[in-house]
């Protein structure tokens, strides 16, 4: 049962309990509660972080304008593999006038014949495999696009599920604090208690109502960054989401030669290589002359001919010497990008890795025992405060201390998660 189902039924069963409905403060404060209590009651809905990843995958405008981009570099590999046209030339010469009765014919020249370029050296070829490189490209940066969203997914996921977990502590907390205010203005109006700590702990009570209010804030805020990231345009009011606990076992040790093998970025990186090399091949190819054949009829002075030919460029000057040294450079500047990505990988994963495992060892150390050990003060406290022998302010101070230690454990516990998704991003395995 959720804690705002404990609130309306510990508010229903305020009879039961001997607590008064009439009181000014309860009055001020059951608006709040009952507002933030069903307010994420409305048509909540389990939603897991794999799905979440595979929704923003499958819906996401971004991944869709990836498989078009695949799509055209589909159409230029298609269109490079196309041989030249042949081309229809008609032409007629000799146009004057000419005296009466001279034949128009005999003293006009006519052609009509075709033309046909060959490339040489292979360029069809080149330009194909310049193209198809064009394409695994565009897959690789929809693979890096989705993997890249997956791990913005995961994070902010966490974040929401972290948020809504210390919302919910507050707000327990803050239910918790209602019904010790209704006890205690009981006391006071029996003249059992002092004026005095009945204003403590209303001040305790507030407090506790602004840090819910603010985490309900948070917690909307990171709700709405979650669906924002998966690029869903209608965003749901309350979303359940997994449990926010430690992983069972020991995370897999990080292996960087694993992630410069899966790394959509170092795949890019050696393709960017094999594309400026078949760029050079292409250009290497394009310094040779095209041969242009034709062949077609030619009437000239009365007579029916053939005619036949050919022509290509004289490569005195130009030689596409300046593509060849830019395509020569680019091979030289994506070699020096591939050993620039190796390390950003490196340092990544190196990173990503030292987090979990510092994450992990506070939790494991240092919070669960901290919480454990102020969820104990609190009980004892609350104890001695009913046996009368701890004052008020030693109970106010117990309380405040073990909302903070959880506050602080689920976060870290959030932080946690948000490291290992990014561990999984740093070794390239997400999704």
Known sequence: MSVNLIILTDIRDWNRLGLS?????????????????????????????EEAVARAISLHPLIQAGTRQIAVSEGLRRQAGLAPNPSFIFQ???????????PYWTFTDTFAYVEQRFETAGKRKRRVESASV???????????????????????????????????????????????????????REGAMAEADLLRIRLESER???????????????R??????????????????????????????????????????????????????????????????????LGGYKRTAGYDTLLA??????????????????????????????????????????AAAKA?????????????PMRKEAMESSEIARAAYREGGWDLLRLLDAERLRIEVETLYFRALAEYRQSLAELETAMGVAP
């Open 309 to 350: 030919g050919f022509r290509f460029d004289l490569p005195f000057r130009d030689r596409n010497q300046g593509n060849i040294a830019a395509a020569s450079a680019r091979i030289a500047a994506a070699r020096a990008e591939l050993a620039a990505v190796k390390a950003m990988v490196r340092a990544e994963v190196a």
């Open 224 to 293: 709405i960054a979650l669906f924002r990231e998966m690029g869903v345009e209608e965003i749901p009011e309350a979303v359940r989401y997994e449990p926010l606990d430690l992983p069972p076992g020991v995370p897999a040790p990080a292996d960087a030669e694993t992630a410069l093998t899966e790394r959509t970025e170092m795949k890019l990186a050696r393709l960017a290589i094999r594309q400026a090399e078949m760029e050079l091949r292409l250009a290497q190819a394009n310094a040779a002359p095209d041969v242009t054949a």
């Open 21 to 49: 409905r009439d009181c000014m403060w309860t009055r001020r404060i059951i608006p709040f509660l009952l507002l933030l209590a069903a307010a994420p009651l409305l048509g909540q809905e389990l939603l897991t972080v």
């Open 134 to 188: 064009g394409v695994e490209r565009a897959a690789l940066e929809k693979e890096l696009l989705a993997k890249q969203l997956a791990g913005r997914v995961m994070q902010a996921y966490w974040a929401a599920a972290g948020a809504k977990r210390i919302y919910e502590l507050l707000l327990e907390a803050a239910r918790n604090f209602l019904l010790i205010v209704e006890y205690h203005e009981v006391r006071v």
């Open 356 to 368: 979990v495992a510092v994450r992990r060892r506070q939790i494991i150390e240092s919070l669960e």
């Open 92 to 102: 007629h010469e000799n146009l004057r006038s000419m005296p009466r009765g001279t």
């Open 208 to 222: 506790l109502n602004l840090a819910a209010k603010t985490a309900f804030l948070e917690s909307e805020r990171a």
